[in-house]
C-alpha cells in the first residue's frame, strides 16, 4: 500500500512536471507582438557545434548592423537561437521567437535547419531571408523565403566556366558528400562539365574523414587545377596535404574558402575563389565594415558575417520604403508588404557583397567576383 | 463472465495502471488544452519530443534494464525507422488521403523494419558480452548512419525532406506511447519478462532452467528496435528534413542517460527522466540565446554530474537516504493517512526481488571474483526449527 | 605504397589514444569517454603556448606544456568525478565521463570561441619521398608503445598497476596504494593523449572544440578490435584500423562508406574472437 502510494505521487509529480512547462508556457492571446519596441529579427544558427563559427559569424554581422541601425530612428532587436545545425532544433527555435514576438527573421544558416525553419515561417507567413543556406530546398516553393548568398547550382555552373575559360589540362576535383553545400555545387558543376566536354578527376571525402587528405592528395597531385567546393577548413587543411606531395596545382574554391587566408601559411600554391565579399576590397563600405567589425569582435569579419549585416540592412532599407513604422505590427502584415517591396521593379541593394536584386522565386542575382590569394 | 470481472476488481491495483493513468492524463488534458487554445505551439511541439524521448527511453530500458545488455547504438534503429518511415510517407502520402492512414502504415512500416536490423544486432548478442556488446552496438548505429547518408533516394546530404504534420503530432504521439507502455508493462510483467529478467541476473543458471535464451535474447532486441522504429517515424512526421547527423551516437547516449538516471529496469523512472531531461534541455534552449548558447552544455554537463554523484557515490550514501524523494513522499503520506500497515500478509508476487544488482552483471567483469550467488532473504533466527 | 605509410602513421596516432583508452579501462573498469576531449586540451595548449613565438624553444616548451596540461587535466578529472563513483556502478561512471567530456568541450568553445585556429606545428621536408612528420610520427610512437610495455613488465609500479586490474582489493591487502595507482594510469594515460594530440596536429594543423570526437571514437573502436584492456592489443588494433581507414579512402567506389567499412571490421573480428585479437578470455562460472 506504501509503495503505491509512493508510486501514486511520483505520477502526479510527473503530470505537474508536465502541466507546470505548459502552464508557464501559456498564453491568452494570439498577439505576440503587441508589446514590441523595436522591430524583432529572429534567427536560427548554430552557435555551438562543429558548425559554430558560421552561425556566431552571422549572429555578429547581424548584431553589428543593428547597432549601428539603431543610431538612427527606427529600433531593431536581434534574437539569435542556437540550432547546433539540427532542423529539429531549428523549429523549437522558430516556435520560441514566433512567440516572443518575432516579426522578420534571418531564417537558418545552415542549410537542413534553414529548410525547415522556412517552412514553418511560410506556413505562419514571417518574411525571412537567410544569409548563408544555398541549398535549393530553402526557398524552393516558398513564397516568403528569400536569400542573400548565391544558391549551390549557380556557383557550379561558373566554376566549370571559368575552368574551360582558363584551358586547363589537367583538371581535378574533390568533394564532401556528406555537406549539401558541397554536394550541391559539385552536382551543378559535374552536369555543366559534361556539357562543356570537359574531363576530370573525381574525389570524394566525407564528414568523419574531413581530417586527413593524404590518400586524395596523393591522387591529385598531378593536375593543374583543383575544383574543391567546401568550406575553408577543409581546404586548407587539403591545401596542406597537397603541399605534402610536392604539387603545385592551382586551388580553386567558392565562397565556402573565405577566411581561407589565415590558415595556409606554408601553401605556395596559387588559390583562387568565387566570393561576394573580399576582406580586402577597396570599397569605402567594406572598410568600413571591416574596421567596425574588428572594433567590436577582435576578429575578422568573414562573408557569413557580411552576408548577415547585408541581410539586416535589406530588411531595414524595405522597412523603411514600404512606410512601416508601427513596432507592433503582426508578422503576416509585414510580410506581404516586404515581399511586394522586394521583389518589385527597381529594389535592389548595394551592399558590402555586391549589388543585389530578388525575384519571386527567393533567390538573389549579384555579381560573383573572383578572389586570388599568393 | 462474471468470475473474471470480480477477479479484475479483486486483482487491481492502481500501480500496475499508474503509467497509463499519467500518460493518459496528460494526454486529455493537454488535449483538452490544445484545442480551447491555452496550449502554445512551442509547448506542443515541446510535449511530442518528449513523447518520442519517453518511448526511445522506455524501448531502450528493454535492453539494458530488463535484458541486462548494454545497447549504445539505439539511435540507430531510430535512423532506419526515420528514413523508411519518411520515405514510404513521400510515396503514399499522394495515394491515400487520409493523413492518420499515412501515419499509421508509416508507423507500423518503419517499425518493423527497425525491428529486423534489431534482429540482426541481437545476432552478436548471442556471442558477446557487457563491453564488446555495447562496441558492437555503437558500431551498428555508425553503419546504418553511414549508408543512409550515401543513398541516393534518401537525399544524401541533403536529408530527406517531408511534409511535417502539425503542433497536434503530440496526440498520436501519445496514443503511440500508450500503446506502448500496455505492450512493455505486460511483457515484464508476463511469463517471458520474467525469464527476460532471469538471463538478466545470470544467463548460465536461466539456461540451466529451461529459458531458451537464444530466442528471449532476439525477441527483446527485437521488440525495442522496433519502438526504437516508431519513435524514428514520429521524429520523420515531427521535423524536416531528416538529417543522417542527428542519430549520431551522441543521441544513444543521450538516451542512455535518460534510461540510467530513472533507473534501470524502471519503466516509471524512464518516462519521468525523458520527460525531465527534454524540459531540462527546452528550457535552456529557450533561455540562452546568442553569446549565452555555448554556456547550454556546460549546464547541462554539469547538473548531468552533480546528478549521478549524487545518485551513486558511496560516501554520500547517508546524506541520499536522508533526502531523497521517496522519503519526502513517504513523510507527506504519513501526514495524510495514519493506517497504511495493512495487508501485508497475502503472498505478493511483485514483490520478489528480481531486480537483483543488474549493474553488477552489466559491468561486464564475468571473472567469478566478485560475483556474489543470490542470497535469499535472511530468515529470522526466532522462526528457525 | 605511400597509402600504407600514410595508414600506420595514422595508426599510430590511434595507437597512442587507444592506449590510453585501454589502461583506464583495464585498471579502473570504466569507458572514459572524456578521453577525446583531453586530446582536444593538449591541442589547445600547444596552441596557446606556440602564440609565444615561432622559435625550437618555443616549440620544445609547447610540448612540455600541452604533455602537463593534459596530466594534471586526466588527474584532476579523476580525482573530483571519477574517484567519488570509485564503487559505484559502472554505467553511472561512463554517464559522468560524457558530462565531463561536454563540460571540456563547452569550456573550451568558451574559451577559445568555436572557430578553428591554425596550428602550424610540422617538420618540414620529405626523407624518401615521405614526409618527415610522417616518419617522426612513426617512430616516436613505436618508441613510446616499446617503453610503455617495458615499464609495465619491468618495473615495480608496472607490476603493481597489473595487479590493481587482476584484484584491486588484493592488491590493496599487498600494501599497493590503489587510488595512486589509478590517478597514475590517467597521468599516463593522459601524456599518451598530449602526443597523440601532437602528432594528430601534425597531420591536421586545424584546433576547434570538437577536435578529439572523431580519433578519440576511432581509438576505442581501435581498442576494443585488440582486446579492450591488452596494451599490445590496442596498438595492433590502431594501426590496424588506421591502414584500413587509408585503404578504403584510396579507393573512390568505397571511400563514401569508409565508416561503415571500418566498424563493420569491428563487427566481423569481435564475431570471430569475442573478446578482440589479445583479449583474454574469460571463463563464465555459475
Known amino acids: ?374 | 463472465m462474471k468470475s473474471y470481472f470480480s477477479n479484475i476488481k479483486s486483482n487491481f491495483k492502481l500501480k500496475h495502471y499508474i503509467n497509463y493513468i499519467a500518460v493518459g492524463v496528460a494526454l486529455v488534458l493537454l488535449t483538452v488544452f490544445y484545442y480551447s487554445g491555452i496550449l502554445k505551439r512551442s509547448s506542443a511541439d515541446l510535449i511530442t519530443q518528449m513523447g518520442f524521448s519517453i518511448i526511445l527511453a522506455v524501448s531502450l530500458n528493454l535492453v539494458v534494464g530488463f535484458l541486462g545488455e548494454l545497447s549504445l547504438g539505439h539511435a540507430g534503429f531510430m535512423c532506419v525507422g526515420a528514413y523508411i518511415g519518411a520515405y514510404l510517407t513521400n510515396a503514399i502520402s499522394s495515394a491515400i488521403p487520409s493523413k492518420i492512414l499515412v501515419l499509421i502504415i508509416a508507423v507500423i512500416v518503419g517499425g518493423l523494419s527497425a525491428s529486423v536490423f534489431g534482429f540482426i544486432v541481437g545476432l552478436p548478442a548471442l556471442r558477446l558480452k557487457g563491453d564488446y556488446l555495447a562496441i558492437v552496438t555503437l558500431a551498428f548505429g555508425e553503419i546504418v548512419r553511414n549508408i543512409c547518408k550515401n543513398l541516393p533516394f534518401f537525399g544524401g546530404a541533403l536529408g530527406l525532406s517531408t511534409t511535417p504534420y502539425g503542433p497536434s503530432m503530440f496526440i498520436p504521439t501519445f496514443i503511440i506511447l500508450l500503446i506502448m507502455l500496455a505492450v512493455v508493462q505486460n511483457l515484464v510483467r508476463s511469463k517471458h519478462g520474467r525469464a527476460i529478467t532471469a538471463i538478466r541476473d545470470n544467463e548460465i543458471a536461466a539456461k540451466s532452467m529451461g529459458i531458451n535464451v537464444t530466442y528471449y535474447k532476439l525477441f527483446v532486441f527485437v521488440i525495442s528496435a522496433f519502438f526504437a522504429g516508431v519513435a524514428g517515424v514520429i521524429y520523420g512526421g515531427f521535423t524536416t528534413p531528416i538529417l543522417y547527423s542527428f542519430f549520431s551516437y551522441n543521441y544513444s547516449i543521450e538516451i542512455l542517460v535518460m534510461v540510467v538516471l530513472g533507473g534501470m529496469g524502471s519503466i516509471g523512472g524512464s518516462i519521468i527522466s525523458a520527460t525531465v531531461l527534454t524540459y531540462i534541455n527546452f528550457v535552456l534552449q529557450t533561455k540562452l540565446s546568442g553569446d549565452l548558447a555555448a554556456l547550454k552544455y556546460l549546464f547541462y554537463a554539469i547538473i548531468l554530474i552533480a546528478l549521478v554523484i549524487y545518485r551513486n557515490a558511496p560516501s554520500l550514501k547517508k546524506y541520499r537516504e536522508k533526502f531523497n524523494l521517496s522519503n519526502l513522499i513517504n513523510m507527506i503520506i504519513k501526514k495524510f493517512s495514519k493506517k497504511e500497515r495493512e495487508e501485508v500478509g497475502t503472498v505478493e508476487w511483485d514483490r520478489v526481488p528480481t531486480k537483483i544488482s543488474t549493474d553488477e552483471i552489466l559491468s561486464a567483469d564475468f571473472t567469478v571474483t566478485n560475483y556474489k550467488p543470490d542470497k535469499p532473504d535472511k530468515p529470522d533466527k526466532s522462526e528457525r526449527p | 605504397m605511400s597509402t600504407i605509410i600514410d595508414g600506420l602513421s595514422l595508426g599510430a596516432i590511434y595507437a597512442l589514444i587507444a592506449l590510453g583508452y585501454t589502461m583506464v579501462y583495464g585498471i579502473a573498469k570504466m569507458l572514459n569517454f572524456a578521453h577525446g576531449d583531453i586530446i582536444m586540451v593538449g591541442a589547445y595548449a600547444l596552441y596557446s603556448t606556440l602564440l609565444l613565438g615561432q622559435s625550437p624553444v618555443v616549440s620544445v616548451l609547447a610540448i612540455i606544456i600541452s604533455i602537463v596540461a593534459c596530466v594534471v587535466l586526466g588527474v584532476v578529472v579523476e580525482r573530483f568525478a571519477y574517484r567519488p563513483l570509485r564503487g559505484a556502478t559502472p554505467l553511472a561512471v561512463l554517464i559522468t565521463a560524457i558530462g565531463v567530456s561536454y563540460m571540456l568541450q563547452s569550456i573550451a568553445q568558451l574559451i577559445f570561441k568555436a572557430k578553428s585556429r591554425p596550428v602550424s606545428f610540422s617538420i618540414p621536408g620529405t626523407t624518401f619521398g615521405i614526409h618527415n612528420s610522417t616518419i617522426l610520427t612513426l617512430v616516436v610512437g613505436t618508441v613510446v608503445m616499446v617503453a610503455l610495455t617495458l615499464f609495465v613488465n619491468y618495473t615495480k609500479t608496472g607490476r603493481a598497476m597489473v595487479a590493481v586490474s587482476e584484484d584491486r582489493a588484493a592488491a590493496e591487502l599487498m600494501g599497493i596504494n590503489s587510488n595512486f595507482i589509478i590517478s597514475l594510469t590517467f597521468a599516463i594515460g593522459s601524456a599518451l593523449a598530449a602526443c597523440a594530440a601532437i602528432f594528430y596536429l601534425m597531420q591536421i594543423p586545424l584546433v576547434n572544440p570538437t577536435f578529439g570526437a572523431m580519433p578519440g571514437i576511432k581509438a576505442f573502436t581501435a581498442a576494443v578490435i585488440g582486446g579492450i584492456g591488452s596494451i599490445p592489443g590496442a596498438m595492433i588494433g590502431g594501426v590496424l584500423l588506421g591502414v584500413v581507414e587509408k585503404i578504403c579512402l584510396s579507393i573512390p567506389a568505397i571511400a563514401p562508406y569508409t565508416t561503415a567499412i571500418e566498424f563493420s571490421c569491428l563487427i566481423v573480428i569481435l564475431l570471430v574472437k569475442p573478446t578482440g585479437l589479445l583479449g583474454r578470455k574469460r571463463r563464465e562460472k555459475v
Open chain 1, 1 to 374: 500500500m506504501k509503495r503505491t502510494f509512493k508510486k501514486i505521487v511520483t505520477a502526479i509529480l510527473a503530470v505537474a512536471v508536465l502541466s507546470t512547462s505548459v502552464l508557464t508556457l501559456a498564453s491568452c492571446g494570439k498577439d505576440y507582438t503587441a508589446n514590441n519596441t523595436a522591430f524583432v529579427i529572429g534567427g536560427s544558427g548554430p552557435l555551438t557545434g562543429d558548425n559554430a563559427s558560421y552561425g556566431i559569424s552571422v549572429q555578429n554581422g547581424a548584431q553589428l548592423a543593428v547597432d549601428q541601425l539603431n543610431k538612427g530612428d527606427m529600433k531593431f532587436k536581434l534574437v539569435m537561437k542556437d540550432d547546433e545545425a539540427a532542423p529539429e532544433n531549428a523549429k523549437l527555435n522558430y516556435n520560441i521567437l514566433y512567440e516572443s514576438g518575432m516579426q522578420v527573421s534571418l531564417g537558418g544558416v545552415t542549410s537542413g535547419a534553414a529548410e525547415q525553419f522556412a517552412k514553418l515561417a511560410d506556413q505562419d507567413r514571417v518574411f525571412t531571408m537567410t544569409p548563408s543556406a544555398s541549398a535549393d530546398n530553402v526557398i524552393k516553393d516558398m513564397t516568403a523565403s528569400f536569400r542573400l548568398c548565391f544558391g549551390d547550382p549557380d556557383q557550379g555552373y561558373l566554376a566549370a566556366e571559368f575552368i574551360k575559360e582558363g584551358g586547363y589540362k589537367n583538371i581535378g576535383a574533390i568533394y564532401n558528400v556528406s555537406d549539401s553545400y558541397s554536394s550541391g555545387i559539385y552536382q551543378a558543376f559535374k552536369s555543366k562539365m559534361a556539357e562543356l566536354g570537359l574531363t576530370y578527376i573525381e574525389k570524394t571525402f566525407d564528414e568523419e574523414n574531413s581530417t586527413d587528405f593524404t590518400t586524395q592528395a596523393e591522387a591529385l597531385k598531378d593536375c593543374d587545377i583543383i575544383f574543391m567546393p567546401f568550406y575553408y577548413t577543409e581546404a586548407s587543411l587539403f591545401a596542406k596535404a597537397i603541399v605534402m606531395k610536392n604539387s603545385d596545382a592551382v586551388l580553386f574554391g567558392c565562397d565556402g574558402f573565405d577566411g581561407i587566408k589565415d590558415l595556409i601559411d606554408g601553401v605556395d600554391n596559387k588559390i583562387m575563389y568565387i566570393t561576394p565579399f573580399d576582406i580586402n576590397s577597396d570599397d569605402q563600405q567594406t572598410k568600413d565594415f571591416v574596421a567596425a567589425y574588428r572594433a567590436k569582435y577582435n576578429m575578422d569579419p568573414d562573408q557569413f558575417a557580411a552576408d548577415a549585416y547585408d541581410v539586416v540592412m535589406v530588411l531595414a532599407k524595405a522597412l523603411k520604403e514600404a512606410g512601416i513604422t508601427d513596432y507592433t505590427i503582426s508578422p503576416s502584415e509585414i510580410c506581404e508588404l516586404l515581399i511586394d517591396k522586394v521583389t518589385s521593379e527597381g529594389f535592389s541593394y548595394d551592399g558590402l557583397t555586391g549589388k543585389m536584386t530578388w525575384d519571386k522565386s527567393g533567390a538573389c542575382s549579384k555579381e560573383p567576383n573572383i578572389v586570388e590569394l599568393n
